[in-house]
């Protein structure tokens, strides 16, 4: 998605204008997913992707915001998000001065001060007819989102007390919220709001097929999609082991092939530089801590199973080669076994 950045003449808040992107990847799957998305959006429902890490989530939102073709702005829900960062709040004060010179030998000052409301981006959203994407909303405690509740359902969008020019704002007509949110995610989540899930159609994200996971590593790596192919084999494979603490997705892949584009290794196990890099990338999403050097060695000797399994040498050699031996890195020795930090005996 490319997401050209303005800041709205109204009210300086930056909008984004989301443009489908070159490399999206549009599969059946996804096509089926947008779709009904739009449909919920233009229906004017809000519309909800949940699912687990790097499944795609934030993608699918941007380009349904892009499909919606309305300016477009993102929140990101954390743990410290209170309801001004959403509505706005109080900044500043607007000065006002008048002198009165009437009569000559009279001068009347007279000096307000009123105070300044700065609008934040659900309201900029609200007002103008936006795209809201809420990114990770569950992040969010729950009573920063209560307000929420009055945009979706009375299309009325409740300011606080102090603002006392405005108290409320009706939400225009052609105002649309995409959320996302990860219900696997363990720390500083909080439970999606019953309340406020009532009035959102939930679509679950789930992980790529393999289809889809070769299209999109291609895409994003600049390499083809036969070259791609075994270390997505390899990726899904380890990720149905279960062997890991943090489940390795579709940007695992994707950054395992963008380093072998522009490092232009050749990706077999033959390959010393290529074990190597796979090693740190699936390595990288088990925790060191609580782990005896037995069983990270256990799992070292799995991975280089994998990649063996999957890049195998004998792919990248000539038909005439013929032979089973492995080839050596150059020093005589084993690559699998180097990479081990064994002898290769
Ligand atoms: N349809 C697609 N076309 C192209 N790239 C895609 C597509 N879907 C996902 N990606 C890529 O896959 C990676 C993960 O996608 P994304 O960040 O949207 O996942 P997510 O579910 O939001 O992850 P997280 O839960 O960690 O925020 C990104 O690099 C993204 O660009
Ligand atoms: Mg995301």
Redesign the pocket.
Known sequence: MSIPANADGLSGITTLTPQA?R????TES?KSVTRRALAYLNSGFSVHFR??????????AL?TAALLGRPTVMITGDEEMVTSNLVGSQHGYNYRKVVDRFIHTVTKVEETADKRWADHRLTTACREGYTLIY??FTRSRAEANNVLLGVLEEGLLVLPAHNQNEPYIKVHPEFRAIF?S?PQEYAGVHEAQDALGDRIVTID?QH?NRE?EI??TA??SGLSKAQVAPIVDLVREFRDTGEYDQTP???TS?MICRVVAQEKISPTVADPYFVQVCLDVLGSKSVFAGKTKGERLQQQKMLLKLIEHHCPAEARRPATAGKTARRTNGNGRDPVAVAAGGDGA
């Open positions: 992107r490399g999206f990847v549009e996804v699912g687990p890490a790097g499944t795609g989530k934030t993608t699918l380009h990114d990770e996302t990860n994200v790529a889809l299209a999109v895409a994003r997705t579709l940007r994707i």
